[in-house]
């Protein structure tokens, strides 16, 4: 199985903030990698898809980047809504999908 | 517009069954690969299972946690995809999401439901 970790599991940031949010595979996932945001009693929404493509009607201060192993995600200036719990998920290979343990985005 | 509504979920005791189900509209459901997923109260996103469309002759695949003991299934004149669930253990409590890719062959998720929530209990 290929493992996914996040970094931080918890991020304090304000609004107005850049924040960035690291994913790492156990092993190449080249650029099949996808970001959500979950908020509260909902669904996971798409973000990024295939490592660095915004999904339509995604603000564009979303953006992803990395390819191989490493991956980041970036708020470029948070916004209220923005408070959530982001994952990552691999799709190289689907003998499991994997996620990330997801990273919480609070308010500092 | 996509729509995906899990039902079935509920109360059941160890060792139980249950049957989900998720019933699409606004899209050719055969042309699609359908997956379950689920996240335990408190905890991260878990995929379970997914069927490939009929182009891929229908194929399945399991997490190793549900292997022999959920199978899915589709019914594409209905537009519904099915979990069951066999010899339930406290550790299947969780939402079940069911889920759609943006495209009949990609595996990361554009459309998901809202969720049915399985309590395993005694």
């Known amino acids: 199985d290929i493992q996914m970790t996040q970094s931080p599991s918890t991020l304090s940031a304000s609004v107005g903030d850049k924040v960035t949010i690291t994913c790492r595979a156990s092993?190449?996932?080249?650029?099949?990698l996808a970001w959500y945001q979950q908020k509260p009693g909902k669904a996971p929404k798409l973000l990024i898809y295939?490592?660095?493509n915004l999904e339509s009607g995604v603000s564009s201060r979303f953006s992803g980047s990395g390819s191989g192993t490493e991956f980041t995600l970036t708020i470029s200036s948070l916004q209220p809504d923005d408070f959530a719990i982001y994952y990552c998920?691999?799709?190289?290979?689907?003998?499991?999908?994997?996620f990330g343990g997801g990273t919480k985005v609070e308010i500092k | 517009e996509v729509q995906l509504v899990e039902s079935g979920g509920g109360l059941v005791q160890p060792g139980g069954s249950l049957r989900l189900s998720c019933t699409t509209s606004?899209?050719?459901?055969?042309?699609?690969?359908m997956s379950w997923l689920r996240q335990a109260p408190g905890k991260g996103l878990e995929w379970v299972s997914f069927?490939?469309?009929?182009?891929?002759?229908?194929?399945?695949q399991y997490a190793a946690s549900v292997k022999g003991r959920f199978t899915i299934s589709r019914d594409d004149s209905k537009g519904i995809a099915y979990l069951q669930m066999n010899s339930l253990k406290t550790e299947d409590t969780a939402v079940y999401y069911c889920?759609?890719?943006?495209?009949?062959?990609?595996?990361?998720?554009?459309?998901w439901g809202l969720g049915t929530l399985v309590t395993v209990s005694s």
């Open positions: 889920a759609r890719p943006p495209s009949g062959s990609s595996w990361y998720f554009a459309y």
């Open positions: 092993q190449t996932v080249y650029d099949w």
């Open positions: 606004g899209f050719t459901f055969s042309d699609y690969a």
């Open positions: 069927i490939r469309n009929t182009a891929w002759r229908g194929t399945k």
């Open positions: 998920q691999q799709y190289n290979s689907f003998s499991p999908l994997t």
């Open positions: 295939k490592a660095s």
